[in-house]
């Protein structure tokens, strides 16, 4: 008897020893590539033009200066020197060539 109950109980210790794992095995991950560039799309519609600025006003006119102070006068300039009186001279007479 005891050897039946050793026989029985060698599986049953085999098989809660023997624990069984589920392995997942995860999907794949799919990576796009785009493809190549399309047509170009049409052109947009013009923008409107935008309103004109108002006028600017002109500005005051600025303030005259101050005159400015009178200068002063010259000096009277000295009274020259006498001339010589003048002598009389010696008579030259001019012959002209033939």
């Not at 600017?56 to 200066?65: E, I, R, V, Y």
């Amino acid at each position: 008897m005891r050897a039946s109950i050793l026989f029985l109980a060698i599986p049953v210790l085999l098989s809660t020893a023997c624990e069984r794992a589920v392995v997942v095995t995860p999907a794949p991950t799919v990576v796009a590539v785009p493809g190549p560039a399309g047509a170009p799309g049409p052109t947009g519609a013009t923008g409107e033009t935008g309103m004109s600025g108002a006028a600017a006003q002109k500005g005051d006119t600025g303030a005259t200066g101050a005159t400015g102070a009178t200068g002063y006068t010259g000096a009277t300039g000295s009274t020259g020197a006498e001339g010589q009186r003048g002598r009389t001279g010696d008579n030259i007479v001019v012959v002209p060539s033939r």
